[in-house]
């Protein structure tokens, strides 16, 4: 089956720095997406990684491995309105998106 | 701006009685979803619409139709709403099946008493 994994709930401190991981299995690969979600609201797009490396937007990046079947989203200089879930997605061979259940991310003043 | 807009926000109904739900989109996408998301859980794609051409999950139940008359408009049918339907209702859109990302309306949190 296909399967996504990251962990349920996290904790930071304001200013400080986290990283997230998702590891997958899918029939296939076409891309791996981050998407914030905060509480009631619907997703909205962080990034999108295709190729092996590291991509930068600002205070968030993304970085993928292809052959461990491994992300993760780095937060750098977090702030209160980070608080939120964040869900990584795998774009499988039939460009089905495949969804994790997301991690809840607190951040502490 | 181009956008994608779900109406109502919140919709309360009572349990076997039909409801519908709306999803409009300004982006001239081809790919229209329709996902289900409860509390603490991935969203699960119920169905998508490649232009005209209907694709349903398997396991996505009858009591959930799909309608998308024209590009720009598609709807969620649920027939006979059960309690363990209630839940967020997300639309999304992308380009084309092989794009980049999904975008995604603000959802519809459906309430069934």
């Known amino acids: 089956g296909q399967n996504i994994d990251q962990p349920t709930e996290m904790t930071a401190t304001e200013g400080a720095i986290v990283q997230i991981n998702c590891t997958y299995q899918?029939?296939?690969?076409?891309?791996l997406f981050w998407y914030q979600q905060h509480a009631g609201e619907a997703p909205t797009f962080l990034s999108y990684?295709?190729l092996d490396g590291l991509e930068e937007k600002g205070r968030f990046s993304s970085f993928l491995s292809r052959s461990k079947g491994y992300s993760y989203l780095l937060l750098k200089e977090l702030q209160m309105k980070d608080s939120a879930s964040y869900l990584c997605?795998?774009?499988?061979?039939?460009?089905?998106?495949?969804w994790g259940a997301g991690t809840k991310l607190i951040i502490k003043p | 701006d181009a956008m994608v807009i779900q109406n109502p926000r919140y919709q309360v109904t009572q349990f076997g009685k039909p409801v519908t739900l709306s999803c409009s989109q300004t982006?001239?996408?081809?790919?229209m979803y329709w996902y289900q998301q409860k509390s603490s859980q991935a969203p699960k794609l119920l169905f998508h619409?490649?232009?005209?051409?209907?694709?349903n999950e398997a396991d996505t139940p009858d009591n959930f139709q799909s309608r998308r008359p024209n590009t720009s408009f598609c709807f969620l049918d649920i027939r006979s709403p059960g309690l363990g339907d209630a839940a967020m209702y997300l639309c999304?859109?992308?380009?084309?099946?092989?794009?980049?990302?999904?975008?995604f309306g603000p959802g519809t949190r459906l309430t069934v008493l």
């Open positions: 990684n295709v």
């Open positions: 999304a859109t992308s380009r084309d099946r092989e794009a980049d990302e999904q975008f």
């Open positions: 899918t029939s296939g690969f076409n891309g």
């Open positions: 619409y490649y232009d005209k051409d209907f694709n």
């Open positions: 997605a795998v774009k499988d061979s039939n460009y089905q998106l495949i």
């Open positions: 982006l001239n996408h081809n790919v």
